[in-house]
Nanobody, 123 residues
Framework: QVQLVESGGGLVQAGGSLRLSCAAS????????MGWFRQAPGKEREFVAG????????YYADSVKGRFTISRDNAKNTVYLQMNSLKPEDTAVYYC????????????????WGQGTQVTVSS
């Protein structure tokens, strides 16, 4: 069992930055790939970024490539999402998730989810 708690969301102007954190409980954090997803009002949840269990591989949605960076610190049981050059269309609830299997699109499989943190980007 893995419990995930996101933090770091908030209101920011377009062009600004935020860093999201996701703290995980349990001693097996390093055995999971981790991902960030987001869901905007009226839209389906979408994959944003993923990172392998050891941090050596990362993957980004085209919409955030070059602006967002995912990283993890297995010693702290934490995964991060650094978001730069934010746009109003990045407004959404952001969720972190843990995967024990296939973590990459187009069919990612994630076992555990956090409760989400709101990110709002004003124009």
């Amino acid at each position: 069992q893995v419990q995930l708690v996101e933090s770091g969301g908030g209101l920011v102007q377009a062009g600004g930055s935020l860093r999201l954190s996701c703290a995980a409980s349990g001693r097996t954090f390093s055995s999971y790939a981790m991902g960030w997803f987001r869901q905007a009002p009226g839209k389906e949840r979408e994959f944003v970024a993923g990172i392998s269990w050891g941090g050596g591989s990362t993957y980004y949605a085209d919409s955030v490539k070059g602006r967002f960076t995912i990283s993890r610190d297995n010693a702290k049981n934490t995964v991060y999402l650094q978001m730069n050059s934010l746009k109003p269309e990045d407004t959404a609830v952001y969720y972190c998730a843990a995967s024990s299997g296939s973590w990459l699109p187009p069919h990612p499989e994630y076992d555990y989810w956090g409760q989400g943190t709101q990110v709002t980007v004003s124009s």
